[in-house]
């Protein structure tokens, strides 16, 4: 099975590429509301995350990467660092800022660079956690011809966090966590307090004579 796939990816590149990039990204929002536990899910937000992965994102990494192996050729250190560095500093700027004013743009929003004044600068840092990691991997494992799925593989992680960050996050990855592994309630501390004062109260009343 794995055979027919690759060669499917190898006879139509193109298609297969930006189909299955689409396809997890727009899957990150849907696990973004599941671990939301929002009672319905919002379909139109979904849907607007896919335009933006599909019309934009799949495409624009399609060619992306097969502009920096022609720019770049070969699996070499020398040149592996180098499609690494121009990633990094043009094209995940251009992504991160493209995905929050084109979805806020898809929702109507009257200021539709809001979230991309707030949240960028914060965004951009977290994702050099992630992406250079991601993509050393991938310029330097990886075959051209199916680098863009595996991109979209680590999209669909990315993706999930970018939908959080947008809706309720500040672009930190301490807010991701914060959001995914909640801390739990301690008791309130007057209850505390106030039971110990009963405890002592009954401790230090003095005994009565029968």
């Not at 009672?39 to 994102?57: E, I, L």
């Not at 800022?97 to 004044?117: M, N, Q």
Request: net charge neutral.
């Amino acid at each position: 099975m794995l055979q027919a796939f690759l060669k499917h990816v190898r006879r139509f590149p193109w298609v297969t590429n930006v189909t299955l990039y689409g396809c997890l990204f727009a899957g990150g929002d849907l696990v973004h509301q599941w671990f939301s536990l929002r009672d319905q899910m919002d379909w139109s937000q979904t849907r607007n995350v896919a335009v933006v992965a599909f019309s934009f994102h799949g495409n624009f990494n399609f060619f992306w990467m097969r502009f920096l192996e022609r720019r770049f050729p070969g699996y070499s250190m020398r040149m592996v660092m180098k499609k690494l560095f121009l990633d990094q500093t043009a094209a995940a700027p251009l992504a991160t800022s493209v995905f929050y004013t084109a979805v806020s743009f898809l929702e109507g929003k009257e200021d539709i660079f809001e979230d991309w004044r707030a949240k960028f600068l914060n965004t951009y840092k977290t994702g050099l956690m992630f992406w250079p990691f991601m993509q050393f991997l991938n310029f330097a494992l990886v075959p051209l011809y199916i680098r863009t799925t595996f991109t979209g593989c680590c999209a669909f992680v990315w993706a999930t966090f970018l939908c959080f960050s947008r809706q309720t996050g500040d672009g930190t990855a301490r807010a991701a966590l914060a959001w995914m592994f909640p801390p739990k309630h301690e008791p309130e501390e007057e209850e505390v307090d106030s039971k110990h004062e009963v405890e002592e109260a009954a401790s230090s009343k003095p005994l009565q004579r029968g």
